[in-house]
């Protein structure tokens, strides 16, 4: 009967093994395929970048809540928009510079339709109203 059971604890250990095996390999795979944690630029309709007037909004001078439940201060990087749900990741294109922000406001400036945050504008450079690009972040 000892033997029995000591026989079932062996293979029940050499199964274990065998799966913690296999897990590590699928995870090392995993991690060795994306070299970049950030997701991929979903294209718009046609392979490009939607454009959008983009105004910088003003720093507040204390953290404030906003209508999506995002706390804004002087550092925090995102977007306020009419439409676009909230929370929702979406790369902000001007000039050379390509930012990975996301959706943390409603409404927009005045003839804008994206207000970036002042901590965003000045991360790509924009320091007017001016025509940016933006596309959904994708993964």
């Known amino acids: 009967m000892r033997s029995v059971l000591l026989t079932r604890l062996l293979a029940l250990a050499g199964a274990a093994l065998v799966a913690a ?17 950030l997701p991929a630029a979903a294209p718009a309709p046609g392979g490009g970048w939607f454009d959008a007037r983009a ?46 922000t996301r959706v943390i406001g409603r409404g927009s400036p005045a003839r804008a339709e994206l207000g970036l945050t002042s901590a965003l504008a000045d991360e790509i450079g924009l320091h007017s109203t001016q025509q940016v690009g933006w596309r959904f972040a994708s993964g």
């Open 21 to 37: 095996v296999v897990a590590l390999a699928v995870s090392r795979e995993r991690s060795d395929s994306s070299s970049s944690p």
């Open 55 to 100: 105004a910088p909004l003003p720093a507040p001078r204390k953290p404030r809540a906003t209508a999506c439940g995002f706390s804004v201060t002087a550092k925090t990087l995102g977007v306020t928009h009419p439409v676009l749900p909230c929370g929702v990741q979406i790369y902000v294109e001007f000039g050379k510079k390509k930012v990975l």
